[in-house]
Each structure stands twice: as C-alpha cells, then as structure tokens.
C-alpha cells in the first residue's frame, strides 16, 4: 500500500498559493482571512478522504476517520507559516496526513483507531504565541500576561476559548506522529532520505551581563584597562569551544548584545547579552550556564534564566514503527534531533506516546521562500507515517486486549 505521490503534491502545490506573497514565499499567519482560507482548502480534502471535519473553539481543525474503537491516533501539522515562509513547513504534515488516510480508505482499510488529523491552530506564534492550539488541545493553559491577552483578543479569541479546546478524550489517545520538514540539513549531509526524531531539543535562554569599568578609549593603556567588551568577547568563543566539548549535539548561540554607555571614545562598563542553549542533554546545558555565571568571578557577570524549556524525548514505541515501516519501504533512515520547537512539544507532556518523522530540507533552509523538499521525500515521509501509523494501530490494539 503506497499513497498517491500525484495527489499529494497538488494539494501542497494548491495549499501553497494560498496566501503567496507576489514579494516571494507565503504569508499564510494564524487567524488572518487567508488562513482562514487555507483552513477551509484543507478541511475540502479532509472530506474528499473519507473524514468527518469539526472546529474547535480556538481554531483548531480536526479530520475524523472512525476505527472499530473509540481510541485513538493522532496525526497532523499546521499551515500557518512564518512572514515569507515555504510551501512544506507545516503544510507537509497536514497533507501527508489526510492522503494517508485518503489511501486508507481507497484501499477499504478500517483501523482500530480512529485516525484523528489536526491542523493546529498559531504554530509559528506570529500573532499571539507559539503553540496556542496544540497547548489548549492538551490542556495546557498558558500564563497569559496583559500584551498577550490584547493578541489574543485580536485574533478574536478568548481565554474561555482555550479553556474550551481542552479535549475531553485525551486519555483514550494511544499515540501522536507527526511528519515534519527537517529544517536543518543533517539528512540531506548524510544522504538519508527518513528522519527517526529521538527528541527535540531543551531550550535554555540566559540574559547575561559582563561588567567592567568606564574609563577614557585614549588615556587608559591597554594593561590597566576593565573592559566589558573584551570579557564579552572572550566569553562567546569560550562558550562555543565548551559547548562543542561538552556535548556535541549541544548549540549555544549569542545571537543579540548591547554594549554600555556604548561610545567610540569609553571603554565599555556593562555588555548585556542574550545566550541561548539548546540541546536534549539538561546536566550539559547546565554546564554552560554555571560556566557563564562563575566566569568572572564574584560581581563579574549576572545571569537571569528568561526562558527554560526541558528536553522533550519522542517515545521509544513511535520511533520503532517509524525506523521499522521506513525499512519495510526500502528508505534509508537515521536518527536525528529537532533543534526546532513543533506541536509534538506541547502533545508529549499529555500523549506519552508521541513521535516524530523528519525528511530533507534542501540546503537545510525553512522559513523562507526558498524551503524546498523533493517530491520523493514528501511521498517517501507520507508513506512511512501511513505505515508507521498502521504499527501503532497493531501494537496499541495488542496493548489494550492485554490489559
Ligand atoms: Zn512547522
């Protein structure tokens, strides 16, 4: 049983004009007219395959192909997109879902489960923030400070709206796979068609601060100097050499700083930085952090976590179906990380087993215009969540009648 590799790049190929921006690459933002309209492309596709279509109350669309049980599957992706975005990030994952389950009834298959497909709602966190459908979904109700609460407003929902998205059948969700773009080029380096994700990354975001003293760019010589800048500096390339050698799937970027008074003519007083860390490793990422705060000793930096987001590990029972149905297919498969955060992130803290599947992304790129995966690999990613999907239906099922 394959999928129908015609069908599937039409409908991301259709999926894609909406919203193309004629300055190049697609504008499709949550909750705008135009996602709107992408929302209604897909929920005509959803039932073209086979499936029942309902809205949540935070937007949210779900696709509902019924098994012989009430328990169920997960799948899905989003297709909102980023300012100038790509046609597969997100797209790819909704549409690869609703061809499988469209082969699944071409070929008169019944699952077990129902096959329930998603398209959740602000992936990309463009207008409120990221993750607000899938986090409602599994009841997770964010925090919301003042400005967030005027964007959600805007977007013309409301907190009781994600209270209301909570799903009230998340217990009888046996798993969650969801097909994505890499956005990275591990696989496309390594000639690997099939990403089996282990993980995705913790993220831990540091604003820190470097002091030294203010004093005269031309009087001070350079061995009586305290300069802010120059400990900045040696701080980075310190952290970069630390990071490779403590662990080496780790990433640790300073990507913003801010020099004080910030003058030709004054030795810098104060450099505040942000550093971000990302990495599936906790203990190593507390190595840098430790690193930075202990660097110059007492009063010589301040380090203020802003945001500290743990690892989140795929289940072992979803990467097994994905390294199994991609073998079964005759595609090459390896194990990677996302260093990217998804709605798998939010899902696994409510679905135990929750998994990913990545494929190629053309010189790694996403996020803009040129994002590109090749047709072979959109076919060869939607027939391993097919098969990867019938697994867990077996397995699931074999699990339940023991219990
Ligand atoms: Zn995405």
Redesign the pocket.
Known sequence: MRIDRERLRVMIEELGEIGADPEGGISRIAYTPVWEDGILYVEKRMEEAGMQTRRDAIGNLFGIYPGRTDRILLTG??IDTVPHGGMF??AL?VLAAVEAVHTLRESDIQPEHTILTAVWAE??GNRVFTGIGSGAFCGQIPEMSELNLEKLHQAGHSMQNVRDSVFDGLDRIDASLEL??E?GAVLEKAGVQIGIVEGIFGLHRYETTVFGTADHAGTTPMDMRDDAMVKAARLICELEELTKKTDPQMVCTTGWLRAEPGMNNIIAEKVTMMVECRGMNEEALRVVRSYIASRYGEGGTHIEDTLILPPVPMSQACREAVRDAASELGFTSMPVFSG?G??SECLAHAIPDTGMIFVRSRGGKSHCPQEWTDWEDCAAGADVLLHALMKLDIQARGQADKT
Do not use: M, P, V, Y
């Open positions: 992706s989003h990030d997100g994952g992936e990309e994505h773009i956005q990217a998804h709605d």
